[in-house]
């Protein structure tokens, strides 16, 4: 009786790129989505000025410097040109450090300015890693507005 290999089995090589197609397309998704440390979206597209966002991170190594990026994903609607936060930083030594994002968004026409990439704006935040231990950062909206509208999720992610 002869013995069939897998190899020569028509429907083990029809398995075999199947798995390979799946393979493929989990690593594009995965490569394509942002791998935040925080993020909020706001019930009714509202971001409320005390609703800040949180998280904390550890550093375990010798001195060095994190790159942290926020994104903010808007409405089409977005009434405003410009954009105020201002990103908190509680180190394990007891400092306070405190990055300002204040950027023009739209001409005076409403058109937008610069890269967007579906109502999506992303700024970058070099966070200095001075001593081993827990950091907290804190994510607020300063558009001293009670309640910022048209904008549908904030957050908060680290750079590879």
């Known amino acids: 009786m ?14 075999t790129i199947a798995g390979f197609c799946l393979l493929f397309l989990s690593v594009i998704v ?23 966002i949180h998280f ?7 001195e060095t410097t ?4 926020v994104e903010v994903k ?10 105020y936060l201002r ?11 405190t990055f300002m994002l204040n950027d023009t968004l739209m001409d005076a026409e409403g058109n937008w300015l610069g890269e967007f990439n579906r ?21 607020i909206q300063f558009m001293r507005e009670e309640s910022l509208c048209d904008i549908k999720q904030a957050g908060i992610f680290l750079r590879e």
């Not at 002869?2 to 398995?15: E, F, G, L, S």
């Not at 995965?30 to 800040?52: E, R, V």
């Not at 904390?56 to 010798?62: I, K, L, Q, S």
């Not at 994190?66 to 990026?69: D, P, Q």
């Open 30 to 52: 995965s490569c394509n989505q942002t791998p935040f440390l925080a993020k909020k979206s706001f019930d009714q597209n509202c971001w409320a000025i005390g609703d800040t």
């Open 66 to 69: 994190a790159e942290l990026g």
């Open 119 to 139: 109502w999506t704006f992303s700024q970058d935040f070099k966070v200095p890693l001075s001593a081993p231990g827990s950091y907290r950062f804190s994510l």
């Open 87 to 97: 990103l908190l930083c509680e180190t394990p030594d007891g400092q306070s450090l």
């Open 2 to 15: 002869p013995i069939r290999t897998h190899k020569n089995h028509p429907q083990n090589n029809h398995a």
């Open 74 to 83: 808007f409405i089409p609607e977005y009434s405003y040109r410009n954009l």
């Open 56 to 62: 904390e991170m550890e550093h375990a190594g010798a």
